[in-house]
């Protein structure tokens, strides 16, 4: 996928996800094939007020290839001045969420919230892309309760954008049902912009029924959770089935930046997802552990077995 004068390389991207694509992570998903990455969402108030707490969330390894940073928001302004933060000089191309689904966030009228308002969205998307020279993309979800993806995307290009994704999922469907393949392939064929498809992708055969769409690449979230190896397999790449060295490698990128309480706890949900067929006693432990360290062993002793 070529977008302004940035060659992807290829078509499989990381999604953005809130407490989940951290450095490490997108480090890892890079190391298996990932032509580009995402950061967690941003937000554009906290870069503007305390741009401090967004800091550590905006730090990117030099394993990942085509670097995208997620903001949101639902203020023009704000939005325009947090893209023209420095925190952000590193990123390749800008992405804004109008996708999440997050109660909290859509409450704010942000993420998938603008997806009622489109004037809005439309400003906001103007004003971005006003405040850089670096492409400028759109994350949005089919609509709040209805398919408006239609109109939406037409809005998002008229209005400047780049490149737009679509979740194929409703607001109120949160991330269940099946995503609306249907609904990506008429997106693709109304607009002249590049369409990326996200949506239900784990595996060979999801993968293969995406890009039936049409789609110019394919952005994976969940599919990625505990499997980064899932773009080594998309691309039929050889790699070591032993996850071991890869963990300690997400671990090791977070203590650079991190200290060991708050790696101890974030590190639990992905070390189950990494570990998905550990049971029992040592599955508890893992999740209830006090040190990374002690939860490393039993890890190691579930791939050891």
């Given at each position: 996928m070529l977008v302004k004068d940035i060659d992807f390389g290829g078509n499989l991207i990381l999604a953005p996800m809130a407490g989940v694509t951290d450095i490490g992570f997108r480090d890892v998903c890079s190391y298996f094939g990932a032509d580009a990455t995402c950061s967690e969402m941003l937000s554009a108030r906290a870069m503007y007020h305390n741009p401090k707490k967004t800091a550590l969330m905006t730090i990117c390894s030099p394993r990942e290839k085509i670097k995208i940073g997620q903001i949101f928001g639902h203020e023009p302004d704000i939005m325009a001045e947090a893209i023209a933060n420095p925190l952000l000089n590193h990123y390749d191309i800008i992405d804004i969420n109008m996708g999440?689904?997050?109660?909290?966030?859509?409450?704010?009228?942000?993420?998938?919230?603008?997806?009622?308002?489109?004037?809005?969205?439309?400003?906001?998307?103007?004003?971005?892309?006003?405040?850089?020279?670096?492409?400028?993309?759109?994350?949005?979800?089919?609509?709040?309760?209805?398919?408006?993806?239609?109109?939406?995307?037409?809005?998002?290009?008229?209005?400047?954008?780049?490149?737009?994704?679509?979740?194929?999922?409703?607001?109120?469907?949160g991330y269940s049902g099946q995503a609306d393949l249907e609904a990506i392939a008429r997106l693709k064929s109304a607009l002249k912009i590049p369409v990326i498809g996200n949506g239900d992708v784990v595996d060979k055969v999801s993968y293969d029924k995406m890009l039936a769409t049409g789609v110019d690449a394919v952005m994976i979230g969940r599919g990625a959770q505990g499997t980064p190896n899932i773009f080594s397999e998309l691309k039929n790449l050889e790699y070591d089935k032993n996850l071991m060295p890869i963990i300690r490698r997400h671990v090791e990128l977070l203590r650079e930046h991190y200290d060991e309480e708050f790696i101890t706890k974030y590190m639990r949900k992905h070390l189950l997802w990494y570990c998905s067929g550990l049971k029992g006693e040592d599955r508890i432990k893992v999740a209830t552990s006090p040190s990374i360290d002690e939860s490393l062993k039993i890890i190691e002793s579930y791939f050891n077995n």
């Amino acid at each position: 996928m070529l977008v302004k004068d940035i060659d992807f390389g290829g078509n499989l991207i990381l999604a953005p996800m809130a407490g989940v694509t951290d450095i490490g992570f997108r480090d890892v998903c890079s190391y298996f094939g990932a032509d580009a990455t995402c950061s967690e969402m941003l937000s554009a108030r906290a870069m503007y007020h305390n741009p401090k707490k967004t800091a550590l969330m905006t730090i990117c390894s030099p394993r990942e290839k085509i670097k995208i940073g997620q903001i949101f928001g639902h203020e023009p302004d704000i939005m325009a001045e947090a893209i023209a933060n420095p925190l952000l000089n590193h990123y390749d191309i800008i992405d804004i969420n109008m996708g999440c689904p997050a109660p909290k966030i859509v409450k704010n009228g942000e993420g998938s919230a603008l997806l009622n308002d489109p004037l809005l969205a439309s400003k906001i998307i103007a004003s971005c892309v006003k405040s850089t020279k670096r492409p400028v993309s759109v994350k949005f979800r089919l609509g709040v309760r209805q398919d408006n993806s239609l109109e939406f995307g037409r809005m998002c290009e008229e209005s400047g954008a780049s490149f737009v994704t679509l979740h194929a999922r409703t607001t109120e469907q949160g991330y269940s049902g099946q995503a609306d393949l249907e609904a990506i392939a008429r997106l693709k064929s109304a607009l002249k912009i590049p369409v990326i498809g996200n949506g239900d992708v784990v595996d060979k055969v999801s993968y293969d029924k995406m890009l039936a769409t049409g789609v110019d690449a394919v952005m994976i979230g969940r599919g990625a959770q505990g499997t980064p190896n899932i773009f080594s397999e998309l691309k039929n790449l050889e790699y070591d089935k032993n996850l071991m060295p890869i963990i300690r490698r997400h671990v090791e990128l977070l203590r650079e930046h991190y200290d060991e309480e708050f790696i101890t706890k974030y590190m639990r949900k992905h070390l189950l997802w990494y570990c998905s067929g550990l049971k029992g006693e040592d599955r508890i432990k893992v999740a209830t552990s006090p040190s990374i360290d002690e939860s490393l062993k039993i890890i190691e002793s579930y791939f050891n077995n």
